[in-house]
Nanobody, 123 residues
Framework: QVQLVESGGGSVQAGGSLRLSCVASRYTYSIYSMAWFRQAPGKEREGVAAIGRDGRTRYADSVKGRFTISQDNGINTLYLQMDSLKPEDTAMYYC?????????????????WGQGTQVTVSS
C-alpha cells in the first residue's frame, strides 16, 4: 500500500493556473502508474491524466493541451500543472496509484487514493 497526500488546490479565475502536488509514502519509481482523477458534485469520477513508470502519459480529451502531469522520483511527488483553467474544471481532484499495473485513466485499476484537494474556477 501507499499513502498519498495532495495539496495545491484553491480558487482561481478562468484562464488562471494551479499546480497540484501529491506526495507518496514510497518511492514513486516503484509504482506502476499514478494518475489524477476529479469528481464534480453530482458527476462520476473521471480520469484527468496518468503517467506510467516508463514516463508515458495519457490525458482526457477535455484537458489535452492545458494540463501536464509529471513526477519527481527524487522526492516521491506527482504533479499536475493546470493552465488555462475553465469553470468546468471545478472539482475535487484526487491522486491515485497502482502498484501492480498501468492503470491509465480507469479508476477501477487503482486501489490507492488520496483524500483530494478542491479546485474551484470562477468565470
Amino acid at each position: 500500500q501507499v499513502q498519498l497526500v495532495e495539496s495545491g488546490g484553491g480558487s482561481v479565475q478562468a484562464g488562471g493556473s494551479l499546480r497540484l502536488s501529491c506526495v507518496a509514502s514510497r518511492y514513486t519509481y516503484s509504482i506502476y502508474s499514478m494518475a489524477w482523477f476529479r469528481q464534480a458534485p453530482g458527476k462520476e469520477r473521471e480520469g484527468v491524466a496518468a503517467i506510467g513508470r516508463d514516463g508515458r502519459t495519457r490525458y482526457a480529451d477535455s484537458v489535452k493541451g492545458r494540463f501536464t502531469i509529471s513526477q519527481d522520483n527524487g522526492i516521491n511527488t506527482l504533479y499536475l500543472q493546470m493552465d488555462s483553467l475553465k469553470p468546468e474544471d471545478t472539482a475535487m481532484y484526487y491522486c491515485a496509484a497502482s502498484l501492480d499495473s498501468t492503470g491509465w485513466l480507469t479508476s477501477g485499476n487503482y486501489n490507492n487514493w488520496g483524500q483530494g484537494t478542491q479546485v474551484t474556477v470562477s468565470s
